[in-house]
Each structure stands twice: as structure tokens, then as C-alpha cells.
């Protein structure tokens, strides 16, 4: 055996500090009074219900929770958009393709948005394209909303550099800063599983520096574009179990992360489950035991069946309006099927008065058959409501009398609910029955309805594919000349400031670092003597 004394190995025999018993009951307990404290903000949360408790997400945390920049952007966006909706206002945006375009809106518009459909097109992580359907990669989004968010610390950074350097040499800037921290709200599609997978989704958004993410109520595995058909939407309490979830997961990561609950009810045809009464009265079935159920034009919601029959009744007209009051004033938009077949009986003097049978015509996978439209979105909107900071409608045409309708539907039960609207290229807006003039007041029209984010979802995509077809059509003609006249002195003329590309990437500012690290001696400096970009500028 030998004699030579052990070592200790790694931390063994080593004193490591821990906190004791009582240390750790103190710290958790300082935790919970946090974050009660924080929650009590009225201003932020008065219109906010949480179906857990804070020792629950006290629990949930690691031992140190870490700051995420991200969560200022998320502060500034709700401070901004609650000043907005005081006066009717609103911020509108589009949807960020890439670097060039977040950094280039950000002196101009007050958000951002990062659209899963572009980025299922242009941006998957296996870079396989493709349509919305929400099959690529569940970080796909989170992957885009990183790099944006990195290329506006990247030029904060920048100009920081530049403005301090002149205020340090005695010459202060003349012009204002640009805030290029514009806050992002991103694209959360379904949440791309269950509720573990959402509350996944929305940590790799937190650290990738979102501020706000949306989710929609439409069925994973079946997931279309909004403006596509065949979607099937799950029952409405299994999407606010997806915004609390997400909700959840913000709180233990402790951040103001605004969460946006869309609803695709105007459109869809199919819903997953009738286990949730909200869905009930828009769900459609037979109306007689010999009804063909495959004549799909021929099914009616029970709130229809109900009002046929009383129209086919042999009686005087009387009667017949006071038997359709009753029926209306039981609220039958807002009953489950059990309790509006009690009050059809009710009305009609028999039990089941009206044959109803949503089974007989399930789709091929089960689901359910629904009419779709605006009071359906309003039933969920309503739902989604005290889980979410802002309610979206997606629609199939751009008008103000469906905005209306829904916000007014939203507005009457919850009047203080921020309202989302997708201003889609989807639509042919030439024939949207719009004038000029009133497409250029729209979005005025839709920030008085409540509407205080408004985006256009693929602005970016279409915008990119325009100019880049324009100039690849006159650069095959004209060569160079094509290339000078449509975008280097247009560049010139309108102060772009990419046409200095090699200051606008940063150049200067790792020069200055790399000057730093070598004690000001370096000579390798990449816009010193040589650089190209002094044309510009003689």
C-alpha cells in the first residue's frame, strides 16, 4: 500500500458555502413576497387572473433566477401600448425578414413582428421551405427572433460607440439617438405540443429576447396558415390551459412578457372535442334521424334548429315571436347544449322538442363540425380574455364592420382588452371595397376600436421578393447602370445609411475594440488606410 498522501480530488475535502435550513426558508420566503409584490402592480396585471400560486412559481424556479434584456424591451412595449390605447392609438408594424430590415424599421415604427410564416419559408432551422403548416422545428421562430434581437444590441451598440466617442472628443451628437431596441413580438403558432412544449417554447423566446409572443387556437398536427382552410380548432379551454401555461412559464422566468391570444373561429370548420360548453352553441349537427349527415349544407347549430322549428310552426304569428323572445333572452350563444335543449323543452312544452345530433356528422378523424364566424370569436375572445394581454381575431377579409362587431363583442364584457389585428397581404386589399382614402385612415379607424397592435404579418417577404425582382429584371438588361441608378444613388439621395455598409455593419466599432484589447497599438485597423468606403465620403 502506499505511503504517499492522498489528494483530494475535484471539490472533495473542499469547503463550499451552502445556505442552511433557515437561509433557504428565508430566501424562498423573500422569493414569494416578490413575487406577490410584483403581481400587485394593478397597472400591469389588474386584468390578469392566475390559476396558481406565487410559493407554486417560487418552486418552479432555479435557486438564482437571471435577468433576461428582453424583459426591458417587454416593459417598454406594455408601458407603450397602454399610453396608446388611452387615446385610441396604436402601434403598427410588419413582419422582420432579417437583420437589414429590424435594424432599418427601427426609426420608424415602435414594434416589431416575427412571422412564423416567413420564417417557414425562408428561415426553418433544417433549412427545408415550406407553407405554414407548422411543421418546422419548434425553435425555428425563437432561432429568428435571436438573430434580430442580436443585430439591435448589436447596432445599440454601435451607435453608442459613436455618439460617446464624439461626446468625449468635445463634440457632442446633434441628432437624437435611434432606439434600435425596438420591442419584438414573435410567433408562437400553436405552441407545437402540449403544455410542457409550450412552456419550452416560451423560455427559448425569453432568451432570445421577445417581448411579446402569440399563440392560436388551432389544433397541432393540423395547424394551417390563417388564411388557409381545413384548420380544426381545439376546445377553448384547451387553449387557455396554453396561455396559462405560457403565462406560467414567464412568471417563472420572471419576466413582463406580453402574451397575445389568437383565435381562428372565424374561418375554421372542424373543432377537436364538445367537452368545453363555450364551443356548444356553434358546434352543427342533423336536425332529423334521417337527414343525410354528408349534405353539409343541411346541418344547423341547435340556436338554428331551435329557430326553424319555431318557424315551422302551424300557429299565428304571435305566438310564434313570443316563443322566439323567450328563446333569445336565454342567451343561446352563451348556453351549453344540455341546458339550451332545458330551455327548448321549456319553450315547446315537451322533452326533446328538437332532434339534434352533432355525431351523425363527425368528420372522417372525429371531428366535430362548427359554424365559424364572428360571434364564435367573440365566445372565445371572451374566454381567452383574463389570460391574455391582447385578443386577436384572424379574418378573411380586411373591413371595419367585422372590427366592430368584434370589438364591440370583446369590449362590452371586458372594456379595458387591447385588441390585435393582422392587416394580411392574404387579402386582395385592391378589392377589398376600399377607397384610397379610406385605406389610408384604416388603420385610424381600427386604433379607435381598440386595435392598439396592428402588423402586417409578410410585409417583409413581399418586400424583399419585389425589390429583389425588380432589380434582377434591370440588372439583366442594363448591367451595372441598373444597379447605380435603383439603388446606389437612391441610397444617396434618401440618406440610407447601408450604403456605407462597412460602417453600418460595425467595422468601426471592432476596430475600437480590437484597438482596446492591444493598448492602442494596433495597425490592422479595417477602416484605416486602403478602406474603399472613403469614396463616399470625398
Not at 21 to 27: G, I, N, S
Not at 71 to 85: G, H
Not at 302 to 310: L, Q, S, T
Not at 510 to 521: E, F, L, R, T, W
Request: aromatic content about 8%; proline content about 5%; overall charge positive.
Amino acid at each position: 500500500m502506499s505511503t504517499i498522501p492522498h489528494t483530494s480530488r475535484g471539490a472533495r475535502g473542499l469547503y463550499r458555502p451552502v445556505l442552511s435550513a433557515r437561509e433557504e426558508a428565508t430566501k424562498l420566503n423573500k422569493e414569494i413576497q416578490d413575487i406577490k409584490r410584483w403581481w400587485s402592480d394593478s397597472s400591469r396585471w389588474g386584468e390578469t387572473t392566475r390559476r396558481y400560486t406565487a410559493e407554486e412559481v417560487a418552486t418552479l424556479r432555479q435557486s438564482h433566477t437571471p435577468a433576461y434584456p428582453g424583459d426591458i424591451c417587454a416593459r417598454k412595449l406594455w408601458s407603450l401600448l397602454t399610453k396608446l390605447q388611452q387615446k385610441g392609438g396604436y402601434s403598427h408594424t410588419y413582419g422582420a425578414l432579417d437583420p437589414v430590415q429590424v435594424i432599418q424599421m427601427a426609426p420608424h415604427l415602435t414594434s416589431i413582428y416575427i412571422s412564423g410564416w416567413q420564417c417557414s419559408s425562408t428561415a426553418s432551422t433544417t433549412n427545408e421551405p415550406g407553407p405554414d403548416f407548422a411543421d418546422y422545428p419548434m425553435n425555428t421562430v425563437p432561432n429568428k427572433c435571436d438573430q434580430l434581437f442580436r443585430a439591435q444590441s448589436h447596432h445599440d451598440r454601435r451607435q453608442h460607440e459613436e455618439r460617446s466617442a464624439a461626446i468625449l472628443s468635445g463634440k457632442p451628437p446633434t441628432t437624437p439617438a435611434i432606439d434600435y431596441m425596438v420591442p419584438i413580438i414573435a410567433d408562437g403558432d400553436t405552441g407545437h405540443g402540449g403544455l410542457s412544449a409550450i412552456m419550452k417554447l416560451v423560455k427559448l423566446f425569453v432568451e432570445a429576447g421577445a417581448s411579446g409572443i402569440h399563440f392560436e387556437d388551432q389544433k397541432p398536427g393540423t395547424k394551417k396558415c390563417g388564411h388557409m382552410g381545413g384548420k380544426v380548432l381545439v376546445c377553448t379551454q384547451e387553449h387557455v390551459d396554453r396561455l396559462v401555461a405560457a403565462r406560467l412559464a414567464c412568471d417563472i422566468l420572471g419576466t413582463s412578457t406580453i402574451i397575445v391570444a389568437r383565435t381562428d373561429a372565424e374561418a375554421a370548420t372542424l373543432l377537436d372535442s364538445n367537452i368545453d360548453p363555450v364551443d356548444h352553441p356553434f358546434i352543427v349537427g342533423t336536425t332529423s334521424p334521417n337527414a343525410d349527415p354528408s349534405n353539409l349544407a343541411g346541418l344547423k347549430t341547435f340556436d338554428e334548429a331551435v329557430r326553424a322549428k319555431i318557424d315551422s310552426l302551424s300557429m299565428n304569428g304571435q305566438k310564434k315571436s313570443s316563443m322566439l323572445r323567450k328563446w333569445e333572452q336565454a342567451k343561446p350563444l352563451e348556453m351549453s347544449n344540455k341546458k339550451s335543449r332545458a330551455v327548448a323543452d321549456s319553450i315547446f312544452g315537451q322533452k326533446d322538442s328538437v332532434y339534434f345530433d352533432w355525431d351523425a356528422c363527425r368528420a372522417r378523424e372525429g371531428y366535430f363540425r362548427i359554424r365559424p364566424g364572428v360571434n364564435y370569436c367573440i365566445a372565445r375572445g371572451r374566454a381567452y380574455a383574463n389570460y391574455a394581454d391582447l385578443i386577436w381575431m384572424e379574418t378573411g377579409k380586411p373591413g371595419i364592420p367585422v372590427a366592430r362587431k368584434f370589438s364591440e363583442g370583446i369590449k362590452s364584457v371586458y372594456p379595458k382588452q387591447m385588441l390585435a389585428y393582422n392587416l394580411s397581404p392574404s387579402f386582395n386589399w385592391d378589392k377589398a371595397g376600399m377607397t384610397d382614402d379610406q385605406l389610408s385612415v384604416f388603420n385610424d379607424e381600427l386604433g379607435r376600436l381598440g386595435y392598439t397592435w396592428q402588423f402586417i404579418t409578410l410585409a417583409g417577404f413581399h418586400s424583399n421578393g419585389l425589390m429583389t425582382t425588380r432589380l434582377a429584371r434591370d440588372y439583366a438588361d442594363r448591367g451595372m447602370l441598373a444597379y447605380v441608378q435603383n439603388i446606389q444613388r437612391k441610397e444617396t439621395a434618401e440618406k440610407v445609411e447601408l450604403l456605407t455598409h462597412q460602417k453600418w455593419s460595425g467595422a468601426e466599432l471592432v476596430d475600437k475594440q480590437v484597438n482596446v484589447a492591444s493598448g492602442g497599438m494596433s495597425s490592422t485597423a479595417a477602416m484605416g488606410a486602403g478602406v474603399t468606403e472613403d469614396q463616399f465620403h470625398k
